[in-house]
């Protein structure tokens, strides 16, 4: 009787639908060899596999014996740095890193700074944080680092998984750590002057008076209190937080 997602004799984590034993490796990796864990000597297509189907974690730098799928010969692993295998994917080894990338290499460049690898059209045109790769995402709080998924770099610098940043902007448009702008907002911020400009305030507000603070460019400004948005007189964003009480103009006071 074939396991759930596989053929008979599949290891957990095997393809759904896998008809050729898991030759073709798993939904993680596409591989031809099962992994030997050391901790427990059950056999996985990859340590993800493992560590989802088991209630401890497989170390691969542990792991010295691999089973063809095709033949099922247990083998010594042969791993220069790693200890990882995978098909299609182009993968470097980054010596900053210390790990291995998805690639091809020629696409990526270490930025020794935010001590991560970013794609050739980030180099000198992002904000650089020290370590910032060793920052758990902010969104979903895991590691990004060693992360399977991509990691975006927003304009403050800060970086979120490639996923959780399509998600993040469903709902809003600023970075969830310095509530930066984590897109170029120029377009909206352009109508939204056309909206203030056709949406008088009541008479009662239309000389109320409040300090804001930019959350894009720090600076401070008194401009005339609206419900829709109150514009920086510096960069001219709309993304504001009110920094004090309301208050009328000079003439009305």
């Not at 939904?27 to 056999?43: D, Q, T």
């Not at 680092?145 to 469903?170: F, N």
Request: charged share 25%.
């Amino acid at each position: 009787m074939a396991t759930a997602g596989g053929s008979e004799g599949c290891e957990p984590g095997c393809e759904p639908g896998c008809e050729q034993g898991c030759e073709q490796g798993c939904e993680h990796y596409r591989r031809g060899c099962r992994l030997r864990a050391p901790c427990c000597g059950k056999l996985y297509p990859c340590r993800l596999c493992h560590d989802g189907a088991e209630e401890h974690q497989l170390d691969r730098f542990r792991v010295s014996e691999v089973q063809c799928s095709r033949c099922r010969l247990l083998q010594k692993y042969y791993c220069d740095i790693c200890h990882l295998f995978d098909r299609d994917k182009k993968q470097y080894h980054c010596e900053e890193c210390g790990i291995c990338r998805i690639g091809p290499k020629e696409d990526f460049f270490h930025c020794s700074k935010c001590n991560l690898c970013l794609s050739l059209s980030l180099q000198g045109k992002h904000k650089c944080i020290e370590n910032v790769s060793r920052q758990d995402c902010p969104i979903c709080l895991e590691d990004i680092h060693t992360s399977r998924v991509g990691a975006h770099v927003l304009p403050c610098g800060h970086l979120l998984h490639r996923t959780c940043y399509d998600e993040m902007l469903k709902e809003g448009y600023r970075c969830p750590l310095c509530m930066h702008s984590a897109l170029d907002m120029t377009r909206y911020w352009r109508q939204l002057d056309n909206e203030v400009a056709q949406t008088p305030m009541p008479t009662e507000y239309q000389n109320m008076m409040v300090e804001i603070l930019c959350n894009d460019c720090n600076a401070r400004s008194t401009v005339q209190f609206h419900l829709l948005g109150m514009k920086c007189q510096s960069c001219e964003s709309y993304n504001t937080a009110q920094d004090g009480r309301c208050r009328l103009s000079l003439e009305e006071q």
